[in-house]
C-alpha cells in the first residue's frame, strides 16, 4: 500500500478549536465529508468505534491520537491531520487510561489489511525524538505535508 498518497495538503489543520475529542471529530468528519473523503456515517462511526476501541498513544515525547473508523464510512482511503488549539481528553489505546493530546491523525481506511501497518508506521514515527520535534515545530500545512511525505 503506498500510504503517501493518502496525504493531501487539504487534510491538514493544525490550528483547530475544539474543547472535548468528540467536538474534534465532528469539525474533521465535515471537513471530510466537503472533500468526499467519507460519507454521511462516519462521524457515527468513528465516535462508536473511538469508544469501544480508544486510540490514544502516549508516547516519550508527545501524546497523539489515531482515531478511525471502519471501512464502510470512507469513500477514499486519507489521512487527515489534526492539531488542536488547546488539548482534549481521551483515552489510551489497549488500557483505555484517561490521557490528553493536541494531536489527531484520522485514518481513513478502505482496506483493513492495511490498518496495522499504517499504525505501526505513525507509533515508529512517533518514537523518533527527531521527526516529533521537527513535527511540533511546523506551523504551515504545506511544510506538514511535505515531512509526511519525506518519512512514508
Known amino acids: ?10 487534510l491538514i489543520d493544525l490550528s483547530v478549536e ?22 454521511g456515517s462516519y462521524l457515527t462511526g468513528i465516535v462508536k468505534r473511538e469508544a469501544e476501541f480508544p486510540t490514544g498513544l502516549i508516547t516519550q515525547y508527545t501524546n497523539i491520537a489515531l482515531p478511525h473508523s471502519d471501512p464502510q464510512y470512507v469513500e ?8 488542536l488549539k488547546g488539548e482534549v481528553s481521551c483515552r489510551q489505546m ?8 493536541r494531536d489527531l491523525f484520522f485514518l481513513g481506511i478502505k482496506d483493513g489489511k492495511n ?4 499504525l505501526q508506521k505513525f507509533m515508529n514515527l512517533f518514537m523518533d525524538e527527531a521527526f516529533v520535534n ?5 506551523q504551515d500545512n504545506e511544510e506538514m505535508y511535505e ?3 519525506n518519512h512514508f
Open 76 to 83: 477514499k482511503a486519507f489521512v487527515y491531520v489534526c492539531r
Open 115 to 118: 490498518q496495522v501497518g499504517l
Open 94 to 101: 489497549g488500557d483505555s487510561q484517561e490521557m490528553s493530546t
Open 1 to 10: 500500500m503506498d500510504y503517501k498518497s493518502m496525504f493531501s495538503p487539504k
Open 147 to 149: 515531512l509526511f511525505m
Open 18 to 39: 475544539a474543547s472535548t475529542e468528540n467536538e474534534a471529530f465532528e469539525k474533521v468528519a465535515e471537513k471530510l465529508m466537503d472533500e468526499g473523503m467519507v460519507n
Open 134 to 138: 521537527q513535527y511540533l515545530s511546523i
